[in-house]
């Protein structure tokens, strides 16, 4: 059993900053590539960040390279996505998520089942 818990979303104006993080535990953590994904409103869950198993290997998805930046403490078994330059499009509820590291570049990586709650992050025009 995987629980994952995500925070740190709010409503933020076009421009601004926010550091989302997950804490994961039930799992080794250590042990397991990781991804934050997300899903706004009437449309597809998707990834947006994936990290290697020692945070030496990211990659992410075009709509945000350059403007995120995912992150991991192994010692604190949380992953961290930093969010620069936000953009109205980049609305959405963000999850966290175990990713199969054998998907490495892949805009659509295997994923475990267990979801957590997610947190909303609302970026104003």
């Known amino acids: 059993q995987v629980r994952l818990v995500e925070s740190g979303g709010g409503l933020v104006q076009a421009g601004g900053s926010l550091r989302l993080s997950c804490a994961a535990s039930?799992?080794?953590?250590?042990?397991?590539?990781m991804g934050w994904f997300r899903q706004a409103p009437g449309k597809e869950r998707e990834l947006v960040a994936h990290?290697?198993?020692?945070?030496?290997?990211?990659y992410y998805v075009d709509a945000v390279k350059g403007r995120f930046t995912i992150s991991r403490d192994n010692a604190k078994n949380t992953v961290y996505l930093q969010m620069n330059s936000l953009k109205s499009e980049d609305t959405a509820v963000y999850y966290c998520?175990?990713?199969?590291?054998?998907?490495?570049?892949?805009?659509?990586?295997?994923?475990?089942?267990?979801w957590g709650q997610g947190t909303q992050v609302t970026v104003s025009s």
């Open positions: 998520n175990i990713v199969d590291f054998r998907d490495r570049g892949s805009s659509s990586p295997r994923h475990s089942d267990y």
């Open positions: 039930g799992r080794t953590f250590s042990s397991n590539d």
């Open positions: 990290v290697g198993m020692s945070g030496l290997w990211t």
